[in-house]
T-cell receptor
Framework: AQSVTQLDSQVPVFEEAPVELRCNYSSSVSVYLFWYVQYPNQGLQLLLKYLSGSTLVKGINGFEAEFNKSQTSFHLRKPSVHISDTAEYFC?????????????FGAGTQVVVTP | GAVVSQHPSWVICKSGTSVKIECRSL??????MFWYRQFPKQSLMLMATSNEGSKATYEQGVEKDKFLINHASLTLSTLTVTSAHPEDSSFYIC?????????FGPGTRLTVT
């Protein structure tokens, strides 16, 4: 079984400042890793995913994340945030040996961008 | 890109009644779909795995007789909340498996009064 820990429940950040959202996971098997964003009363939108290959993953809207196997982390970063980045962000892990698409989600990080 | 729809997007029902939520993959076939529940300001919790043509697999602690899942075709899975109670009020989200990506529906907000 896997578990996902998002270390910050809320991250306040000023517009145009950088942001980093931390995600750590634990698993005894190989995993796939994902970051999703959720706007109020909406479903999830995929920001980026790591399946294999390069550990630095670039996603949509200027987000990127780095897979660090030794530290079992998959932190999400954006060099300059916009007001529209205010949302809930979820880190998710999927067992690479289990049913494709079966996710374990972290508790979420609320990003609040202020002018 | 692939799209997953849910219907209805919002439903209010009286305690004791049953509610059916549909999840459709609009432009691809999904042999496997997943149902999640999200309480306010909380994360998504996997409820069950829905496989086309076979019985759903429920996560520990999820009552299979209360949350009936039917995956009758490659594009449709339904979740029926039977004898709903106020504690079943939640945001229900489905997802469908594509190739190397999981597509999430927009969610259904259920309010039981």
């Amino acid at each position: 079984a896997q578990s996902v820990t998002q270390l910050d429940s809320q991250v306040p950040v000023f517009e145009e400042a950088p942001v980093e959202l931390r995600c750590n996971y634990s698993s005894s098997v190989s995993v796939y890793l994902f970051w999703y964003v959720q706007y109020p009363n909406q479903g999830l939108q995929l920001l980026l995913k790591y399946l294999s290959g390069s550990t630095l993953v670039k996603g949509i809207n200027g987000f990127e994340a780095e897979f660090n196997k030794s530290q079992t982390s998959f932190h999400l970063r954006k060099p300059s945030v916009h007001i529209s980045d205010t949302a809930e962000y979820f880190c998710a892990v999927s067992d690479a040996t289990d049913s494709w698409g079966k996710f374990q989600f972290g508790a979420g990080t609320q990003v609040v961008v202020t002018p | 890109g692939a799209v997953v729809s849910q219907h209805p997007s919002w439903v209010i029902c009286k305690s004791g009644t049953s509610v059916k939520i549909e999840c459709r993959s609009l432009d691809f076939q999904a042999t496997t779909m997943f149902w999640y529940r999200q309480f306010p300001k909380q994360s998504l919790m996997l409820m069950a795995t829905s496989n086309e043509g076979s019985k759903a697999t429920y996560e520990q602690g999820v009552e299979k007789d209360k949350f009936l899942i039917n995956h009758a075709s490659l594009t449709l899975s339904t979740l029926t909340v039977t004898s709903a109670h106020p504690e079943d009020s939640s945001f229900y989200i489905c997802s469908a498996s594509g190739i190397y990506e999981q597509y999430f529906g927009p969610g259904t907000r259920l309010t039981v009064t």
